[in-house]
């Protein structure tokens, strides 16, 4: 570069420059901020419509992706979506971080919204302060109940068949971060709890601190700590077992930049695999990072096929932060069965 050339941005500037782009990006990605703050009442009816998209790139793995809508609703709360789950008779349940759930029916076929089911679960917890930052799910397809997890408070709510609640804050969460908390959770078929927290442990930049609880988190039972070694550059934001007793792991990387810019991907690990002192390692089978599929996915639940329960579909759903710049977008892939025998 000659002398009469443009000069270079100070690197104390350049450094400010980044960290205030940081701060808007996160800022708006945030539960709660201004830059997300609807209007309008929570107990309006929501008129959901899902509409069916063309788009098939953006993905590459070895899974097929068999299906691509939008969710969209002239609710003023509507959106968020940040963990999903399937339900009774092969339906899916999803929720939302201001606090919602909401039901999709699967039955023809294709995702359908179901009536009257956008429905407001936060709790006040005092005169301006409320638990509404709902990330995570998991289900007991036996009995119908319902867990989910609140980030900010770092607690557990349990949603009986009969409609009572119980919430509870366990305290071997206590100390995780306020905003990267228990955004993973998935009530494994023997009963027991995984939970993995979002943020990576102070001192790492891929470790992240987990929980297998022996059953209900709500319960007595102590849970045993682990770590999960996410691949460089991802956060775990979701995860669901799968028939052959796998566990799939939907795993977050963000660049900050306005808009920002998301990369995802599904790893599978064997929860057999977990020991104490030693990293849970995941292999990622798929990755969507590309056109309409560089959102941001937060929720990944499996449904069974009818026909042969050890395949089914995998859903995977997109949070849109309430920004102009993303959409509530449903995936769909298919499940081919167990892995071949070695």
């Known amino acids: 570069m000659n002398a009469e050339g443009p000069r270079a941005v100070p690197p104390s500037r350049a450094r400010r420059w980044r960290v205030l782009l940081i701060a808007l990006v996160a800022l708006g990605l945030a ?3 201004f830059l997300r703050t609807p209007l309008g009442d929570r107990s309006d ?3 959901v419509t899902v509409t069916p998209l063309s788009a098939r790139g953006g993905t590459s793995g070895e899974l097929a992706l068999t299906g691509v809508w939008e969710l969209t609703s002239a609710h003023n709360w509507f959106g968020g979506f940040s963990a ?7 339906t899916l349940i999803t929720a939302s971080d201001r606090g919602f759930l909401f039901d999709l029916d699967l039955s023809g076929g294709t995702p359908r919204a179901v009536p009257g089911s956008y429905r407001f679960v936060g709790v006040r917890k005092g005169p301006r302060a409320e638990i509404i930052d709902l990330e995570s799910l998991a289900r007991d397809p036996a009995t119908g109940t319902l867990w989910a997890g609140f980030e900010n408070d770092n607690v557990v709510m349990r949603f009986a ?8 804050a366990p305290p071997a969460m206590a100390e995780w971060s306020a905003n990267s908390g228990a955004e993973t959770m998935e009530r494994l078929a023997d009963g ?3 939970v993995i927290a979002e943020g990576p442990e102070d001192g790492s930049d891929t470790l992240h601190q987990g929980l297998m609880y022996p059953g209900d988190p709500i319960g007595p039972g102590k849970p045993r700590a682990f770590r999960f070694a996410a691949p460089a550059g991802y956060d775990p934001v979701d995860a669901a077992q799968v028939p052959d007793g796998r566990v799939l792991i939907l795993l977050r990387r963000v660049e900050y930049a306005l808009p920002p810019r998301f990369d995802t991907a599904i790893a599978i690990a064997d929860p057999r695999g977990i020991r104490p002192g030693q990293p849970w390692r995941a292999r990622i089978i798929q990755r969507m990072n590309g056109g309409m599929l560089a959102d941001n996915f937060e ?3 499996f449904v069974p096929s009818p026909d042969d329960p050890s395949r089914g579909a995998l859903w995977v759903i997109a949070d849109d932060n309430f920004s102009v710049f993303q959409r509530s977008l449903l995936i769909r892939f298919d499940w081919p069965g167990p892995a071949p025998a070695p």
């Open 31 to 33: 539960p709660g901020t």
């Open 45 to 47: 009816r929501a008129a």
């Open 84 to 90: 999903l789950v399937a339900g009774k008779d092969g």
């Open 161 to 168: 068949p009969d409609g009572t609640r119980r919430i509870n």
């Open 192 to 194: 027991r709890f995984l």
């Open 299 to 301: 929720g990944i639940a």
